[in-house]
Every structure is written in C-alpha cells, then in structure tokens.
C-alpha cells in the first residue's frame, strides 16, 4: 500500500522555478494496479521519483505500508521494486548477472537468487537472451531485464515508470499479464503511461495528472461517468483539458 499525501516539487533553472508537482496525493492499494495517466511534462516521473526516495519532497508525505519515506527510506527501499525511467543496466554483464547483483546488494543467497531468477525469466520471456552480455540488447531486453532486477527480493510494493515505452505489441502484452500477475499476488502496483488505452487495459484505478495536479481519480468506469462520455478517450481528453501530448 502506498499513500502519497500533498507532494510538491519545484526545480529552479535558468529561466525560473519550474512547479513540476503541485499537491498531488493518492492512495495505491494492495490488489491493484493503479495507472498514473498524464501527458508529456504533467510530473509523472517526478511524482514517482518521490515515492522511491530518489527525490524528497519540498512538501508533502509519502508512505509505503504505513512507513514514512522521511522517517525510513531504507526500510521502504526495501519493500519496494523499481523500475526507474532511465533503465541503466551494466552493459558488460549478462542478464542474469544483472539480476544476481542486485539480489546480492539484498543479501539473497546464492539459492534464492537462482530460484527468482527462474521465475521472473518464465514470467517475462527472458529464456533466449538471460546468458547474453546486455551490451546490445533491444530496448524490450532491457526494460525486462531491468524489470526482473527490481523484482529480484519480491518486494510487495512495484513502481514502474513508462514500462512499455518503446516495447512491441507482443512484448507489451507479454508485460501486461505480468502486471496482472503480481496483481493477482496481492503486490501494490503503480506504473505511469501517457497512453490512455493501455492505461484502461490494466488499471483498477485511474490517476489523472496534468501540469504536476491531480485533475481526477477513480476506476475507468467512475472516470467516464464524471467526464459525461462513455468513450474514455473523451473523457481523458475532457479531465485533462488538452489532448496535447497524450497519445503515444
Ligand atoms: N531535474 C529537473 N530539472 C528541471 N526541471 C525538471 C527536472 N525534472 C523534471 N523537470 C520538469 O518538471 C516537469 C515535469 O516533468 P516529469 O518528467 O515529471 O513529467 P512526466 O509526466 O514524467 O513527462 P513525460 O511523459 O514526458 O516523461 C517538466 O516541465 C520537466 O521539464
């Protein structure tokens, strides 16, 4: 279960303070795959940024089964897996080198790596290339990689950013019956996406974010309801008030 309670985040630039995240809160439950749905700059990344710990807040809480960031961003680390924007595997080991050494940084034994990284490799479809040195994988490649990594210490928590950018129509659906089954598992599932189909496909429930605010919250069906249209392309278009930088 994750909470997220009034975040905000400014960055300062050359040209002035950018308001990237202004009062954003929600709650993820466990069960359930929640979508964070917003167009390009709406503060997706950000906001998810804030909920692993990279980046603390200028204001605002996030917890993570009732643990406070602030108070214990180890023991949050620890129950959370990641899959960041930039997916940054190390290039001269194989995958299944990728996965061992973050479940080292865990402390998993020898055993249980071996074990997990069987499991996430049949869930994912790594069989083929899990021996290859990632130095030249596709982008599907890594992102499962780098996604079998995160989940290596089976965290009950999973947060992943943009997850089938740049993936192929079989790779993404692949990736999707993943999402149910650490669903069906009972995990906290969160992953942000600028294409509302895919957000629709997945999600119980739905974040709509646009210029670092929430604009609504709810399931697919709540969210058409509120916006008047049963075509959730519409309503998306009508929450956000642009269609500018939705689609994919
Ligand atoms: N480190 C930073 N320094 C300055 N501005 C930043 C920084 N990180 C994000 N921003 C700005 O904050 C806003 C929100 O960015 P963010 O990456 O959170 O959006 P996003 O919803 O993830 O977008 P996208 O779908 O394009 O990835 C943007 O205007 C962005 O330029």
């Given amino acids: 279960m994750i909470q997220v309670q009034n975040l905000h985040k400014a960055f300062k630039t050359k040209t002035g303070l950018v308001q990237a995240v202004r009062g954003v809160s929600f709650d ?52 959370l897996g990641v899959l960041p924007d930039a997916r940054g595997v190390y290039k001269r080991l194989t995958a299944r080198e990728n996965i061992a050494y973050f479940g080292e ?15 996430m490799s049949e ?11 990632t130095e ?17 210490h089976d965290p009950k928590n999973v947060i992943l950013d943009e997850p089938t950018n740049g993936l192929d129509v079989m790779t993404t659906r692949g990736l999707r019956n993943f999402l149910l089954q650490l669903r069906a598992e009972g995990r906290c599932v969160i ?44 309503a998306f278009v009508k929450l956000i008030g642009s269609e500018e930088g939705l689609h994919a």
């Fill in 191 to 234: 992953f942000s996406s600028h294409i509302m189909q895919e957000v629709a496909a997945l999600c119980d429930r739905i974040v709509v974010i646009a210029g670092g605010e929430v604009k609504a919250t709810g399931t697919p069906d709540e969210l058409r309801a509120r916006a008047g249209h049963d075509n959730l392309e519409d």
């Fill in 105 to 119: 940084l865990h402390g998993l034994d020898a055993a249980t790596i071996a074990q997990r990284t069987a499991r």
């Fill in 123 to 133: 869930a994912l479809g790594m069989e083929d290339f899990l021996d290859r040195r």
């Fill in 28 to 79: 993820a439950r466990d069960g359930e795959i929640t979508g964070l749905l917003g167009p390009n700059g709406a503060g997706k990344t950000t906001t998810l940024r804030m909920l692993y710990t990279l980046m603390s807040p200028d204001e605002g809480s996030v917890s993570v089964d009732g643990i406070d960031v602030a108070k214990d961003a180890t023991a949050v680390r620890r129950r």
């Fill in 136 to 152: 030249g994988f596709s982008q599907g490649q890594r992102t499962k990689t780098a996604i079998a990594r995160a989940l290596v």
